[in-house]
């Protein structure tokens, strides 16, 4: 049973280049969220969705596109690096019975943008 | 003023302290998570509060509900707990989080 698995764990990127940080999760979880983790601030969260197809805007969702056509992934693009988005990127999924919630968090990528 | 405070920031403790951290939020919320990050590794849930405690282990976790208020409690701490603990709350409206900042704790053989 993998959980929420990111790829990938390190990145490097210049100035103006793009990427798509993957997440997947097997547990058939319909939310799934986006996050950035700054230093001395807690995680901000960037996209979210709320099942296939369905995609919204978080705090911080500026030089970031995000798109759900399955349940399972949810990827993550930057579109043009900015060195603002050096970050630690966390990508998570939930569930929810009534009041009850259970998340499950990816390992983390640490991107930097030189 | 933040949505979520958490203290304190930071922690150091000798091997088995009683150790607390608190968590205060000004929202409206369903739920109060308490998650675990070690160095250089993911996030983990050790808690989901809408009322009360809960007991899991040496971590025990309460919620005061009128006083936006919880705490996280590690009883007989040990080296292995040294992590930030993370403070998060769910919104009435759905499943997004809200964090705190997070506290460092380091315990010290």
């Known amino acids: 049973n993998a959980g929420v698995t990111q790829t990938p764990k390190f990145q490097v990127l210049k100035t103006g280049q793009s990427m798509t940080l993957q997440c997947a999760q097997d547990m058939n979880h319909e939310y799934m969220s986006w996050y950035r983790q700054d230093p001395g601030m807690g995680l901000r969260l960037i996209h979210y969705s709320v099942g296939a197809g369905i995609t919204d805007q978080g705090e911080v969702p500026n030089g970031y596109n995000v798109s759900r056509s399955t349940t399972e992934d949810f990827p993550l693009r930057l579109l043009s690096a900015a060195p603002s988005q050096t970050s630690v990127y966390f990508c998570?999924?939930?569930?929810?019975?009534?009041?009850?919630?259970?998340?499950?968090f990816g390992q983390g990528t640490r991107l930097t943008v030189v | 003023k933040n949505e979520v405070e958490q203290s304190p920031q930071n922690l150091t403790a000798q091997e088995g302290e009683f150790i607390t951290i608190n968590c205060s939020y000004s929202?409206?919320?369903?739920?109060l998570h308490w998650l675990q990050q070690h160095p250089g590794g993911g996030i983990v849930s050790l808690f989901m509060l809408s009322s009360g405690k809960k007991k899991h282990g040496r971590l025990i976790a309460t919620i005061n509900i009128q006083e936006k208020h919880s705490s996280l409690h590690i009883t007989a701490s040990h080296p292995r707990d040294s992590a930030v603990y993370i403070c998060?709350?769910?919104?009435?409206?759905?499943?997004?989080?809200?964090f705190g900042p997070g506290t460092r704790l380091s315990v010290l053989p």
């Open positions: 929202v409206g919320i369903s739920a």
């Open positions: 998570a999924s939930s569930y929810s019975r009534g009041l009850y919630t259970e998340a499950f």
């Open positions: 998060a709350v769910r919104d009435n409206y759905g499943q997004n989080f809200v």
